[in-house]
Nanobody, 117 residues
Framework: QVQLVESGGGLVQPGGSLRLSCAAP????????MGWYRQAPGQSREFVAT???????NVVDSVKGRFTISRDNAKNTMSLQMNNLKPEDTAVYYC???????????WGQGTQVTVSS
């Protein structure tokens, strides 16, 4: 079983910033593509960003220029820097990991991000 631990969510005003982090097991982290998804109330989970093992990133158009995904293989941690947050960014954010050997996808427990004045 692979456990992903997320942190960094909270309440922020429009235009503010938050940084989410996701910690994964050290034995597979550097070998795994990682990603962030989000789910707003009443909506399905949607893709936000991914980062490959060699740092290639892909970000959904709605957050381009505002969100940055990164990883630190020495600390076994992936991050999502979110700037200029908008009310429509309000959602539960989930990190995921593509297991490098089994292909199974693992999910974190989710962290709430609320953007409101």
């Amino acid at each position: 079983q692979v456990q992903l631990v997320e942190s960094g969510g909270g309440l922020v005003q429009p235009g503010g910033s938050l940084r989410l982090s996701c910690a994964a097991p050290g034995n597979i982290f550097s070998l795994s593509t990682m990603g962030w998804y989000r789910q707003a109330p009443g909506q399905s989970r949607e893709f936000v960003a991914t980062i490959t093992t060699d740092g290639v990133t892909n970000v959904v158009d709605s957050v381009k220029g505002r969100f940055t995904i990164s990883r630190d293989n020495a600390k076994n941690t992936m991050s999502l820097q979110m700037n200029n947050l908008k009310p429509e960014d309000t959602a539960v954010y989930y990190c995921n990991l593509d297991h490098p050997f089994t292909g199974r996808v693992y999910w974190g427990q989710g962290t709430q991000v609320t953007v409101s004045s």
